[in-house]
């Protein structure tokens, strides 16, 4: 190895990330193995903690994800060492992973949990914005203050919040799907929540969970412009709590859905004008389908698949993530999947001896059951973490651990729209084939509840609202009764089916 001289420290665990699959990992061995130092790498100086944590049933758990600085860490783990470096190069032969500042870390083994980063639609481009971490949600409030009209591109949980929180600036907002939150919701539940959306707001803002330490005053001179974007992990659930998204304009709501769309190129100013094309004012109403062209001159033109034109201020791009796995590819034989994570098994280990991986970097290789599957999301990397904690500590003492019951079912609880959503097992049909059949209630302003069953056992559940359905749908899912007979009756108002099925 090239740095044989560089200062070495060794642990018999260490772990890359501090987002919350990296912080949750290290927290559980620190506890497992209170003599050992535990070493967490991380890029930041500040952590994701999980803080009050709630376990609402079986598998449906609640948190708040709070930001704190290293040091904090360290205080409530004293064995947990925190190195603020980013990685160089992972050298797997030889157990050890080389730092940006030069050190070495040799482990025994070692817990990969570098997150995902947001896919940009086009690199480079200074009116392009991802959404991915704090530092880069306060850029975009810092832009929004001036703005008179934006696009926001893409269909997932950070697109649907943005849409729901902005006000006073103009929202062109272009998705690929026929439905908004297609990750999340059939159309019948994105026909629920674009009806709140098309409503005036109430204007309750409610307090903000969440303390936030941001980077500003750190020493910013040292992120170059370069990897300025790639070392925040993802933003807490409530992320856009506590920002003003306001724009310049005095109005609530405007919102133009664009759908089965995608961009086909983007246009500076000046490439716009030479080009000659024509751009659209923003749609004043849905039945009058007349289209004006644009007078307004602005920064950034964006051409859509389905030919039409928009200027705007600028543009987000919210069409999801890629896992992180760059600086740890090279040189190290890894099985990748086909969405580019680290492939793992049933007991989070990769490819490779002593490495295992956690969080959105990896993608689960093993056969999973019928009404699971891994979804990006805040509460897969907490129970990741924590279980591949579990995992390496019993192979360190040579003992075997059971699959974790987090992962026999589905579960997310979280708020669109300001309306609680679970989402629970197959919620989508994912992966069922036409052989299902959907039962519906749907309260306008309310509530919306959709089940899915196949051969008359229910495999999954949309609950929008407060349903208090969440325990009873979750037991109905996991103990596969055959619920044939109660035909639409399973979701009558009217019959209390919790006096069945408990």
């Known amino acids: 190895m090239e740095a044989a001289c560089s200062p070495t420290t060794a642990g018999k665990f260490v772990v890359v990330g501090g987002g919350i699959a990296g912080v949750t990992c290290a927290e559980q061995l620190a506890i497992h193995f209170p003599s050992e130092d535990i070493l967490l790498i991380t890029a930041s100086p500040v952590i994701k903690a999980v803080t009050n944590f709630k376990q609402v049933s079986k598998v449906l758990e609640e948190f708040d994800v709070e930001e704190q600085p290293n040091t904090m860490l360290e205080n409530r783990f004293p064995n947990i060492k925190v190195i603020e470096s ?121 307090a903000q969970k969440r303390t936030r330490y941001t980077t500003e005053g750190r020493k910013k001179e040292a992120q170059t412009k370069a990897n300025a974007g790639n070392t925040g992990s993802a933003l807490g659930p409530d992320w856009h709590e506590g920002l003003d998204l306001k724009g310049t304009k005095e109005f609530s709501h405007k919102i133009h859905i664009e759908t089965m769309c995608e961009v086909k190129k983007i246009y500076l100013q000046e490439e716009f004008r030479i080009s000659k094309k024509k751009s659209l004012t923003f749609p004043r109403d849905h039945h009058n389908q007349l289209v004006i062209a644009d007078k307004e001159i602005w920064p950034v033109y964006v051409e859509l698949t389905n030919e039409k034109i928009y200027g705007c201020d600028f543009i987000v791009s919210a069409t999801g993530v890629t896992p992180n796995t760059e600086p740890f590819l090279c040189g190290n034989n890894f099985d990748v999947g086909e969405d580019g994570g680290l492939k793992v098994d049933d007991h989070m280990h990769t490819s490779l001896p002593d490495i295992y991986a956690a969080g959105d970097i990896c993608t689960a290789s093993w056969q999973p059951s019928p009404v699971w599957q891994q979804m990006r999301l805040w509460t897969q990397a907490r129970q990741m973490g924590w279980y591949a904690a579990k995992c390496m500590a019993a192979a360190s003492v040579g003992e075997s651990t059971d699959m974790d019951f987090s992962f026999e079912l589905f579960a997310h609880v979280t708020k669109f729209f300001n309306y609680k959503v679970v989402l629970l097992g197959k919620y989508n049909a994912q992966g069922l084939g036409l052989d299902h059949e959907l039962i519906l209630r749907c309260t306008k302003g309310q509530e919306y509840i959709k089940a899915v069953l196949q051969n008359g056992r229910m495999m999954g559940a949309v609950l929008i609202g407060e349903t208090d359905l969440e325990e009873t749908f979750e037991n109905l899912i996991l103990n596969q009764m055959n619920l044939s007979a109660y035909g639409e009756d399973l979701l009558d108002p009217n019959i209390d089916i919790e006096d069945y099925f408990d």
Not at 132 to 156: C, P, V, W
Not at 178 to 203: C, H, M, Q, V, Y
């Open 86 to 206: 980013g990685v160089k190069q992972l050298n797997s032969k030889e157990h050890c992973i080389l730092t940006e500042d030069g050190n070495q870390h040799i482990y025994k083994k070692l817990c990969l949990c570098a997150g995902a980063k947001p896919k940009l639609i086009c690199e480079g481009n200074p009116y392009v914005l991802g959404i991915r971490d704090t530092d880069s949600a306060q850029e975009f409030q810092k832009q929004l203050t001036k703005a008179k009209r934006i696009m926001i591109i893409g269909n997932g949980g950070i697109a649907l919040e943005l849409v729901y929180e902005i006000e006073g600036c103009e929202v062109i907002w272009a998705i690929k799907d026929k439905a908004i939150g297609n990750t999340f919701f059939d159309e019948g539940a994105a026909e629920f929540l674009t009806s709140k959306l098309i409503a005036e707001k109430p204007e309750a803002k409610i």
